[in-house]
């Protein structure tokens, strides 16, 4: 997920100053030969940072190269989020993959075990369509929210750790249900299946990188038979397969996704909930600010009124900051709604929430951000946050 980053100039640790001087050698290397002279002792650095738990070593570098030197900044964080999702083992390396499952529903979408039936049944079409012939593979048993991810670099590297053993054995590792933080109500989320799989030198880890098979081959089959298989997990969902990925790409194209899936969700919740079609909805569009623009906001109406029922955050990812194509890309994923009646506004909001409930404020055809209400007589079993 975006942070916002404060660069340190200086007094910076030790530590973070030898990162900083291996990542700016590496970003300027010529050669892959030079490559290694500084990525070699850079990963041994990042494992030392993982293995005692220093996050903030981490971050305040990140935060440093993000003001200063973007290429060193992605050169840094490729290698750090590598570092936490892929542990050495005696025969290779373990990678730790994330599962995204894009569901929305009136009720609450489930965050809960998983039933060794389902899990049987997800490791074989994980073999089947995703992961390359005799990749060994484990499973978590449980199915995260994003509040119940691992938070941060050195908690990934430890979760990655503790799936080492699981993946060698090709079993499960159990979640204590417990232990597990509580997670917000959204209309529309991402749901997360966590695994890990034994790479090899030289062998492929993902069934597109065999010579027989192919990347939108591969999204296709899962998200026909992956889908089949979760239904039992999100009964009164609909849902939406993202393809398996290593960790940190994985959660990045889900969180991409949830954007247009969080519109079309609304769409169709509205549609239902109001008794009318996505014609006669209209929607709000503008930017919402803190020290930069951090998101945009969508509220949304019907053309026979003023009042938002509904709203939808569309949080800017990565370096989406000062693109001006993003209103268009709102704008798209509206009319594959079936939305068509758009005003997009130039108001800088401030970045608002409600003082009692803590949800967003969104923008209203008169140019105000105010608090999204449905009808007294169709708001009974909605979630009280609307994402």
Same mark, same amino acid.
Request: with cysteine; proline share 6%.
């Given at each position: ?10 007094? +910076? ?7 900083? =001087? /291996? ?7 010529? !050669?892959?030969a030079e490559d290694a002279g500084w990525e070699n002792p850079l990963l041994k650095a990042l494992e030392a940072l993982l293995q005692a738990g220093d996050e903030e070593v981490l971050t305040s570098t990140l935060d440093h190269l993000y003001? $200063? ?19 050495? $083992? ?13 569901? =929305? ?18 490791? %074989? ?21 994003? #509040? ?11 979760? @990655?750790?503790?799936?080492?053993? $699981? ?5 499960? +590792?159990?979640? #204590?249900?417990? @232990?597990? *933080?509580? @997670? $917000? ?11 890990? %799989? ?6 492929? &880890?993902?069934? =597109? ?12 089959? =899962? ?17 939406? +397969? &993202? ?28 549609s239902t909930t109001l008794d009318v079609a996505p014609g006669e909805l209209r929607a709000v569009v503008a930017p919402f600010y803190d020290r930069q623009i951090e998101e945009y906001r969508i509220g949304f109406t019907t053309t026979k ?17 000062? !693109?001006?194509? %993003? ?6 994923? +509206? ?9 997009? /506004? ?9 003082? #009692? ?12 951000? %105010? ?11 909605? *979630?009280?946050?609307?994402?």
């Amino acid at each position: 997920m975006k942070r916002s980053r404060l660069g340190r100039r200086s007094g +910076l640790p030790r530590e973070a100053e030898e990162i900083l =001087w /291996l990542a700016n050698g590496l970003a300027e290397s010529g !050669s892959r030969a030079e490559d290694a002279g500084w990525e070699n002792p850079l990963l041994k650095a990042l494992e030392a940072l993982l293995q005692a738990g220093d996050e903030e070593v981490l971050t305040s570098t990140l935060d440093h190269l993000y003001n $200063t030197n973007q290429r060193a900044y992605d050169v840094l964080a490729d290698c750090i989020e590598t570092s936490a999702e892929q542990l050495l $083992t005696p025969a290779g390396e373990v990678l730790l993959l994330a599962v995204p499952v894009l569901a =929305w529903s009136r009720f609450s979408i489930p965050a809960s075990a998983i039933p060794a039936k389902v899990l049987n049944n997800l490791r %074989v079409h994980l073999q089947a369509h995703v992961l390359a012939q005799g990749v060994k593979l484990g499973l978590a048993d449980a199915l995260f929210s994003p #509040d119940q991810l691992p938070q941060g670099y050195c908690e990934t590297a430890r979760f @990655t750790a503790a799936m080492i053993e $699981t993946t060698l054995a090709e079993g499960v +590792l159990h979640i #204590d249900q417990e @232990t597990q *933080p509580e @997670t $917000t109500r959204f209309l529309s989320d991402v749901r997360y299946i966590l695994a890990a %799989v034994e790479v090899r030198p030289g062998q492929p &880890v993902f069934h =597109w990188q065999e010579k027989d098979g192919s990347k939108e081959q591969a999204g296709e089959q =899962w998200r026909a038979q992956g889908g089949a298989c979760l239904l039992p997990l999100l009964a009164g969902c609909a849902m939406e +397969l &993202v393809l398996p990925d290593a960790y940190f790409s994985a959660c990045r194209q889900a969180d991409r996704a949830s954007r247009p899936y969080s519109v079309r969700a609304s769409a169709a919740f509205l549609s239902t909930t109001l008794d009318v079609a996505p014609g006669e909805l209209r929607a709000v569009v503008a930017p919402f600010y803190d020290r930069q623009i951090e998101e945009y906001r969508i509220g949304f109406t019907t053309t026979k009124g003023k009042n938002v029922v509904h709203g939808v955050v569309w949080p800017l990812l990565g370096p989406e900051d000062d !693109s001006a194509e %993003v209103p268009g890309q709102i704008e798209a994923a +509206l009319k594959d709604s079936g939305i068509t009646r758009i005003e997009h /506004l130039d108001n800088r909001f401030p970045l608002e929430y409600c003082d #009692d409930c803590g949800a967003p404020m969104y923008p209203s055809p008169d140019g105000d951000a %105010v608090h999204a209400e449905l009808p007294e007589d169709k708001a009974e079993q909605m *979630p009280r946050h609307l994402h």
